[in-house]
């Protein structure tokens, strides 16, 4: 069975800083992988996602994400984080032969911004 | 505006209540599903539709029921409301490319 592993349950960065957030997968071979943000009491949003092809994947609000079939891993970055960035963060993973049906989520990362 | 709408957004039952949430949606998906997100565990599939009248589980089915008899609406049952079904509820429909679009939750807390 597919799973996510997010190491990270709490973030906090400055203002202004750059950001990476973690993301490994188990899985046979190459899935389908998103990254999607939740604000609070909102439901979730899709930041982006990688189905095949260019491993670094650009997104919405200036986030983008690199997969590394090596290291299995799918992690998210933005190059200088604005306190509007502060939410949950949720890596996701579905099988590309059974596509939608099992959609399988990371635990979470919270990110907290400081002024 | 187009999306998926879920009623009620906040619920309080007793222990063995039963309960519909409610989950619509204007866009002509095909796949329609149920999530429940509980701290720390992210969110976990309840149940799957792919179309009206296909319905299966997902990873954590026990205690709710659904049924899909048109494509806009994907209703979510609690039989006998139990505490550890406190949690958050989101539906989710999917385009064809894989952007699934979420609903904003309910909230259920069993007391």
């Known amino acids: ?3 996510v592993t997010q190491p990270d349950i709490h973030i906090t960065v400055s203002e202004g800083a750059s950001l990476e957030l973690r993301c490994n997968y188990s899985y046979g071979a190459t899935p389908y992988l998103f990254w999607y943000v ?3 009491g909102q439901g979730l949003q899709l930041l982006l996602k990688y189905f095949s092809g260019d491993t670094l994947v650009q ?3 200036g986030f983008e994400a690199e997969f590394k079939r090596s290291q299995s ?3 998210l970055r933005k190059p200088s984080v604005h306190w509007s960035d502060a939410a949950e963060y949720f890596c996701a993973v579905d099988d590309p032969y059974n596509a939608g049906n099992m959609l399988t989520f990371g635990g979470g990362t919270r990110l907290m911004v400081k002024p | 505006n ?3 709408t879920q009623t009620p957004k906040f619920q309080v039952l007793k222990t063995g209540q039963s309960m519909t949430l409610q989950c619509a949606q204007d866009m002509n998906h095909e796949y329609m599903s149920w999530y ?3 701290p720390g565990m992210g969110l976990r599939l309840i149940h799957y539709s792919v179309g009206a009248g296909i319905t299966d589980q997902g990873e954590v089915p026990n205690g709710y029921n659904v049924s899909r008899s048109t494509t806009e609406d994907f209703p979510l049952r609690l039989l006998s409301a139990a505490p550890s ?3 958050v509820y989101f539906c989710a429909s999917m ?3 894989y952007g699934y679009t979420f609903g904003s939750g309910t909230r259920l807390t069993v007391v």
């Open chain 1, 38 to 40: 939740q604000s609070p």
């Open chain 1, 59 to 61: 997104g919405i609000k």
């Open chain 2, 2 to 4: 187009a999306g998926v």
């Open chain 2, 85 to 87: 079904q406190t949690s």
């Open chain 2, 95 to 97: 385009e064809g490319n």
């Open chain 2, 36 to 38: 429940r997100q509980d």
């Open chain 1, 73 to 75: 891993s799918f992690n």
């Open chain 1, 1 to 3: 069975a597919q799973s």
